[in-house]
């Protein structure tokens, strides 16, 4: 962060993650975007406090907080490092998952996330496949199950204790099937070879499995539109969104902080005042207060439409594993409302990065400062789902009713026939 400014959000929030901690996170940020340098330690720290067990349900041991508690925490950590708070984002969606899996798999899962066990994400396939399809395999190899294949973008697994791997569903069947397999075990590699310009810290690189053993209770299947799938869908996008409001905290405060120490002006001023006392410069931090303060409003509306979204479903039965009725409408009020607000905050937040700069002149851009770090981490999350996708399957919402939808699995586009 630099200078030891406090955090703008801190203040504000039910604390999970110790104020103390976040300052430390912020302390060095800077210093592990010039160099490069993972986070590893800082990780280690929250995995301590038991930062990945908030959303363990309560009769399992676990706090039982709410997504918009959650998401709280997950703001005010990306406020600190957005690097950091992003690279959880696969272990909070298995999290999820679990309310919809067998009681014996919940049992040994949710314990293990109690204990600190943290796990990665490795869904998403480079390319090769067909759209909603996977190279990934489970297969039978001397009597035991096995899992091969390559995942790219697995953010958070260099990090974590296990990773969860999609991997094809049997032949004739949909829906997906995850194992969910140690990272330090046999056959599996992690690679740190991420090269995006922005969230360059997050371990978004390749893992390969070569016929890793995938044990007991560590193979859990998804039902194709089952409510599981719905939530985890929308789950995983309002994460996105707070990490972003988190930058966007960021990018207000070290500007404010900037301007309250700077004592030189520009000749062309209007007043020859002082940068922070220029009503002009007053002006643009005005907006990019308001523009955070909207950001963080509509995520966290978001979030409570998905307390009681899943809260609908569970009423209804649906996170039995047996269950197989028609999800019940508002469970897809989560997709719609996280769709909202995907269509507006990621502008948002790439304008107060921008702003930033409008503030401070040209020595906003001197690298030791790393500020263009807000607006690089912004805009590569914001390239996670096309904005105009999720513009047009609300368009069709609106106007005809249309409950948005998924792809069953990421994949490259059928060639035009």
């Known amino acids: 962060m630099g200078g030891g400014e406090p955090m703008s959000i801190g203040a504000d929030r039910k604390t999970v993650i110790p104020s103390e901690l976040l300052e430390e996170i912020a302390e060095g940020a800077v210093e592990r975007d010039l160099h490069r340098i993972l986070p590893f330690d800082e990780v280690a720290l929250l995995d301590e406090q038991r930062f990945g067990a908030m959303r363990v349900p309560a009769h399992f041991g676990g706090p039982g907080v709410s997504v918009e508690h959650l998401i709280t925490e997950v703001i005010a950590l990306a406020e600190a490092d957005s690097n950091i708070a992003h690279l959880y984002r696969g272990h909070f969606g298995f999290v999820e998952s679990l309310r919809f899996q067998p009681r014996e798999v919940q049992d040994l899962w949710y314990s293990r996330v109690l204990r600190g066990r943290t796990v990665g994400n490795a869904s998403t396939e480079k390319g090769g496949n067909a759209l909603g399809t996977l190279n990934t395999r489970l297969t039978v190899v001397n009597g035991q199950l ?38 330090d075990a046999e056959g599996v590699t992690v690679e740190d070879d991420w090269d995006g310009f922005g969230q360059k810290l997050t371990g978004t690189g390749t893992t390969t499995f070569d016929e890793v053993l995938v044990p007991e209770l560590s193979l859990l299947n998804r039902a194709y539109g089952s409510h599981e799938a719905v939530h985890e869908a929308a789950f995983f996008q309002l994460y996105l969104l707070a990490v972003q409001v988190g930058i966007a905290h960021a990018a207000l405060r070290d500007a404010t902080a900037t301007l309250r120490r700077r004592t030189r002006t520009f000749n062309t001023s209007a007043t020859g005042a002082a940068f922070k006392q220029d009503p002009l410069i007053q002006q643009i931090i005005g907006r990019m207060s308001s523009k955070t303060f909207v950001a963080q409003a509509a995520v966290l509306d978001v979030a409570r439409v998905h307390d009681r979204a899943l809260q609908s479903g569970l009423d209804a039965g649906t996170h039995h594993p047996e269950f197989r009725g028609e999800l019940p409408e508002s469970v897809y009020a989560a997709e719609v409302a996280v769709e909202k607000a995907q269509i507006t905050v990621p502008d948002l937040v790439l304008e107060i990065t921008h702003e930033l700069f409008q503030t401070l002149g040209a020595s906003a851009t001197l690298r030791p400062k790393a500020l263009d770090r807000h607006w690089r981490n912004a805009q590569t999350i914001a390239t996670h789902n096309p904005i105009v996708f999720r513009a047009r399957a609300i368009g069709d919402y609106e106007i005809n009713g249309t409950l948005p939808e998924g792809l069953n699995a990421i994949g490259e586009s059928q060639p035009a026939s």
């Not at 995942?151 to 204790?161: R, V």
Request: overall charge neutral; some cysteine.
């Open 146 to 183: 096995t899992l091969t294949g390559e995942k790219f973008y697995s953010t958070g697994t260099i990090f974590a204790d296990f990773t969860r791997v999609s991997a094809a569903p049997q032949e004739g069947e949909q829906g997906r099937r995850f194992a969910v397999v140690a990272c």
